[in-house]
Each structure stands twice: as structure tokens, then as C-alpha cells.
């Protein structure tokens, strides 16, 4: 099996831009492999298909507010991080952009205050950074604060406080 397995072209039309108000109510395709059709149908109609012995996997997992955006200290150039995973402790592998300004060494303030500030500490693997925050507080409650929900590409929109 290959990646490209999973390649396909959705028309845009169909790309929810919001969740549905009533999460049930959200579209539910149904393949049957054996007979070779497929249905549409509604979430809420998922109970018709499980039997006895089947498993579901529920995601309860929540996505942090990664994407943030400061200023690069002494230039006052726009930079925007989005959080990829946290090394250890304080320090992050982040995408930065635009990563090719900042160099290690340098700092990046969120707030204007300077109380939620990153150092680039190192280079990661392909262009990221490796960035160390300084913080009043807890690091997770500030996220809170000044980050935003990371959105895929195909959503057109900017996030806001419901996502």
C-alpha cells in the first residue's frame, strides 16, 4: 500500500467550512465493499451499521492553539509560529515563518508587553526551528491567550474563539 492510495479530488463545494451546529447531523458515507455500493447517509445513522463485536475508536483529543504570531525583537518584522511538537521542557520544534529571518539567537515577542516571548535556540529538520519560550505564567493557560487554532489549507477562513 502506497500513500498515493489515499490521493483523490474533492470539489470544493463539498468542503465543510464550519462544523454542523447539530455534529450528528454531519454527512456519513457508507461503502459496502461486497456488494459494491455506496449510500449517503447522516452520522446519527452510523448505529445501523455496527454489529456485535465491532469496535469504534472515539478521538476525544484536543488541538492546542499553535499558531501564534509576534514581532521580531529589534526589527519589529511580522513572524508567525505554528507549534509542532514540544522537545522537552520550554523548547518547541516549531515552522516559523518567514524561518529564513530568523536566525538562532534571535528573539520573537507575542505580546507587547514582552511577558510571552521565544529565543531560536537551534535548527530542526526541514526548516524548522528549535525555540525556546519565556513565559509569565502557565505556558498552556498563555497559549489560551494569544494562540490561534491551526486550520488545514482547504479551510478558507481564519480561526476564531469557536474552534
Keep these: 500500500m502506497h500513500i498515493n492510495d489515499f490521493d483523490y479530488e474533492l470539489p470544493k463545494e463539498l468542503i465543510a467550512q464550519r462544523p454542523m451546529e447539530e455534529r450528528d447531523q454531519c454527512r456519513l458515507m457508507v461503502l459496502d465493499r461486497q456488494n459494491k455500493t455506496i449510500e449517503h447517509k447522516h452520522f446519527y445513522d452510523v448505529l445501523d451499521y455496527l454489529q456485535p463485536g465491532d469496535c469504534l475508536v472515539m478521538n476525544d483529543s484536543k488541538v492546542i492553539p499553535a499558531r501564534i504570531f509576534g514581532v521580531k525583537e529589534g526589527t519589529g518584522a511580522k513572524v508567525e509560529f505554528l507549534l509542532i511538537k514540544r ?52 505556558f498552556l493557560e498563555r497559549l489560551e491567550e494569544i494562540g490561534h487554532m491551526p486550520l488545514p489549507p482547504y479551510i478558507e477562513r481564519s480561526s476564531d474563539k469557536d474552534d
Aim: glycine share 14%; charged share 35%; hydrophobic share 35%.
Design 87 to 138: 522537545l522537552e521542557g520550554d523548547i518547541w520544534e516549531s515552522m516559523v515563518r518567514p524561518g529564513k529571518r530568523l536566525k538562532v539567537g534571535e528573539s520573537v515577542s507575542f505580546t507587547e508587553d514582552g511577558s510571552f516571548r521565544a529565543v531560536i535556540r537551534d535548527y530542526g529538520e526541514d526548516g524548522t526551528r528549535h525555540v525556546e519560550f519565556f513565559y509569565d505564567g502557565i
